[in-house]
């Protein structure tokens, strides 16, 4: 048994649930984590199950709406939208569901959400994982002003989590280092968003190599400290809005090779160029 390697459906936007099913089959992927929001699709159990099915490509997790962006999806209950990815993770065999802290706004739910996914993870069976998020600031390179948006912190080491979702460029946007994070968050650190950043107010989720993070380093973190017998996830989850279709295949194509180039040793991984100016060097 090796680390399972998925892709996100958050992946293909602007393209559907369906497009990730297929592109990741093509690849080579080991299956898929479902971002829910919007697209009918994403929030249809039997439908993910039957294209679970014809794709042979198992839904590794689903990923709660709880983002700004999905503050309508699964009515505007957080413990509801958490309760309900949970229901359909168990009808998919999903054995994760990955969540967001709260917003700072959400004072109800953020003075019970320790407990209450605590609560929630030993008596479902699925791992709650608590992904690592980032202080909010303008959008101007100079600005050293940051905005506490989530309650109680934006970093979960240190919280009592006992599953964590560490994301690569989330770590980067708060100026944090994701290799020590990993090695903070010891054996709570479950899942795994494959992705690169660099430090500044844009989440831009680049392909692993394109930025400045260590992914190869936490990767053979991974490895070394028994990520696999844990049931730990690797899940790529890069922004692809800006290139065409054949870069998009290219670039996923290119982070399943870098996530297996350094879990199992496979051949060198080549870094496509960034689409996007600003990342480009030299």
Request: a negative charge; charged letters at 20%; one cysteine or more.
């Amino acid at each position: 048994m090796s680390i399972p390697v998925g892709l996100s459906t958050a992946c293909v936007v602007p393209g559907s649930v369906p497009d990730t099913f297929a592109m990741a089959q093509e690849l080579g992927y080991d299956g898929v984590e479902v971002m829910v929001w919007s697209e009918k699709a994403s929030q249809d159990a039997t439908r993910l199950a039957a294209l679970a099915e014809k794709h042979d490509q198992p839904v590794l997790a689903i990923h709660a709406p709880t983002l700004l962006v999905t503050r309508g999806v699964f009515g505007v209950d957080p413990w509801d939208k958490v309760d309900r990815s949970i229901e359909l993770a168990h009808y998919l065999e999903a054995p994760t569901v990955v969540l967001h802290p709260p917003f700072f706004w959400q004072t109800r739910y953020a003075r019970s959400f320790i407990a209450g996914v605590a609560q929630r993870e030993s008596t479902t069976g699925i791992h709650l994982a608590v992904e690592n998020m980032f202080t909010w600031r303008p959008r101007h390179a100079h600005s050293t002003r940051d905005f506490q948006a989530y309650s109680p912190t934006w970093d979960p080491v240190g919280q009592g989590y006992k599953s964590v979702t560490l994301d690569i460029s989330h770590a980067a946007t708060s100026g944090s280092d994701a290799l020590a994070m990993a090695r903070s968050l010891g054996p709570t650190l479950r899942h795994l968003h494959l992705t690169d950043g660099v430090p500044g107010p844009l989440d831009d989720h680049l392909l692993p190599g394109q930025g400045n993070q260590d992914c190869a380093g936490v990767l053979r973190h991974l490895m070394a400290t028994g990520f696999e017998a844990g049931g730990g996830q690797v899940v790529v989850e890069v922004t692809t809005r800006s290139m065409t279709a054949a870069q998009r295949l290219e670039g996923l194509a290119s982070a399943l090779a870098f996530a297996r180039e350094h879990l199992e040793g496979g051949e060198p991984a080549h870094i496509p160029e960034p689409t996007r100016k600003r990342y480009r060097r030299g």
